[in-house]
């Protein structure tokens, strides 16, 4: 019932920037948080950063000040601007919608690769 499609990962140098974007199938869209997690080469998944249907956002330190999440209820989109980007950042990115506290919905993910 639940589908999220990601688009927008690809290559880029230190320093530069991407917008990732997450289509949702999902009716009310506007009632869920909605999140980006991410997984590097060797590491566990972490959470990036969400935002609420209210507009609040949280982040991971590590991204604060460089990371924007973001959301379009007319278009069911959430957006994660990534600027100032490093190697550290390179992973497969993920889109999460929370229906409730315990039960989340995943995209199939898109890759973030930041090299020189």
């Known amino acids: 019932q639940v589908q999220l499609v990601e688009s927008g990962g690809g290559l880029v140098q230190p320093g530069g920037s991407l917008r990732l974007s997450c289509a949702a199938s999902?009716?009310?869209?506007?009632?869920?948080?909605m999140g980006w997690y991410r997984q590097g080469p060797g590491k566990q998944r972490e959470l990036v950063a969400t935002i609420s249907s209210g507009g609040s956002t949280n982040y991971v330190e590590s991204v604060k000040g460089r990371f924007t999440i973001s959301r379009d209820n007319d278009k069911n989109t959430v957006y994660l601007q990534m600027n100032s980007l490093k190697p550290e950042d390179t992973a497969t990115y993920y889109c999460?919608?929370?229906?409730?506290?315990?039960?989340?919905?995943w995209g199939k993910g898109t890759l973030v690769t930041v090299s020189s």
């Open positions: 999902r009716r009310m869209f506007s009632f869920y948080v």
């Open positions: 999460n919608l929370q229906f409730a506290s315990t039960i989340n919905y």
